[in-house]
């Protein structure tokens, strides 16, 4: 029992210490040395509790949502059935943006996510293209085909925005208006997202 305790311990003190690292540091401090000595802990023991480091940083990845879930993010705003677009997108985009912010892990894998592939940002990445696709799906519930087409874009851009202004690369954000004129919402409640698109109806991920 006491050494079970202690595994739990010395494991928690090894995904800590990635976290550290990456808030402070980004995904390029990440080493077995590093995260080793950050943790106080003997190396050996993230071969012989996780396998390699990467076996480390999946369990990390593992350990937590990175982002809101759909449900957090429609009770965070007030929708109305038929509310313009642009209306929805804005507040969402800052509530996103202030979620990553918020956490300096979370800020920097999306920073890094393009540039290091490791179990942390791959992680990372499917979750933030699974946030915009349901969004997209479920904002455009009940529309026809142009308006769900339109609302797809429009998360797009605003994903490839935010993710810009996170990356201290700012974009103005007026472009989003020129997509969302015109663009009517569908389902505002947070209930079940749809599941009955056909496969080219989907968002496509190779934009995000």
Not at 92 to 111: G, M, S, Y
Not at 140 to 147: E, H, K, R
Request: proline share 3%; hydrophobic share 40%.
């Amino acid at each position: 029992m006491l050494r079970t305790r202690s595994r739990a311990k010395t494991e928690e003190k090894f995904l800590n210490a990635v976290l550290e690292l990456v808030a402070h540091d980004g995904c390029c401090a990440l080493g077995v040395n590093a995260v080793a000595h950050k943790a106080g802990a003997d190396k050996v023991l993230i071969y012989r509790y996780f396998g390699n480091l990467q076996g480390l940083l999946l369990r990390v990845a593992e350990s937590r949502p990175w982002l809101p879930s759909l449900d957090e993010l429609l009770n965070s705003l007030k929708l109305e059935t038929d509310q313009p677009a642009a209306e929805i997108i804005h507040p969402l985009a800052r509530v996103l943006t202030h979620h990553i912010r918020a956490d300096r892990a979370t800020h920097q894998i999306l920073r890094w996510r393009k540039a290091e592939a490791n179990p942390l940002t791959e992680h990372f990445s499917k979750q933030w293209k699974e946030v915009w696709q349901k969004l997209s799906e479920h904002l455009s519930t009940g529309l026809d085909y142009d308006a769900r087409e339109a609302w797809k874009r429009l998360t797009e851009l605003t994903a490839l925005i935010i993710e810009a202004e996170l990356c201290d690369e700012r974009v103005h954000s007026g472009c989003i208006d020129q997509i969302a004129n015109g663009i009517v919402t569908g389902r505002v409640t947070p209930a079940a997202t749809t599941t009955d698109y056909l496969i080219e109806d989907q968002l496509p991920t190779n934009l995000l």
